[in-house]
């Protein structure tokens, strides 16, 4: 789940939040992804509008590991 989707969802980085059940400051920390433990908790809270897609998630890691860059389009090629 990508950041910027969570806040067009919610509408600003408190209510992402809010419905993350995190810090507003721990929002504005995120980079491209959200974190996992709060993407399950955002998509329940949209009411399946975001979608949690851990293949998303393993693509980045691997793609950390290998010392790619990442890149919003590539990661977000498999959603």
Same mark, same amino acid.
């Given at each position: 789940?990508?950041?910027?989707?969570?806040?067009?969802?919610?509408?600003? +980085?408190?209510?992402?939040?809010?419905?993350?059940?995190?810090? !507003?400051?721990?929002? #504005?920390?995120? =980079? %491209?992804?959200?974190?996992?433990?709060?993407?399950?908790?955002?998509?329940?809270?949209?009411?399946?509008?975001? +979608?949690?897609?851990?293949?998303?998630?393993?693509?980045?890691? !691997?793609?950390?590991? #290998?010392?790619? =860059? %990442?890149?919003?389009?590539?990661?977000?090629?498999?959603?």
């Amino acid at each position: 789940m990508f950041k910027d989707d969570a806040v067009k969802y919610f509408g600003t +980085n408190s209510r992402v939040a809010a419905a993350a059940g995190v810090d !507003r400051s721990a929002v #504005s920390q995120w =980079k %491209i992804l959200v974190p996992e433990r709060c993407a399950q908790r955002l998509s329940e809270a949209s009411g399946g509008a975001l +979608n949690y897609n851990k293949e998303i998630y393993d693509q980045y890691r !691997r793609d950390r590991r #290998s010392g790619k =860059k %990442i890149k919003t389009a590539v990661v977000g090629a498999s959603d």
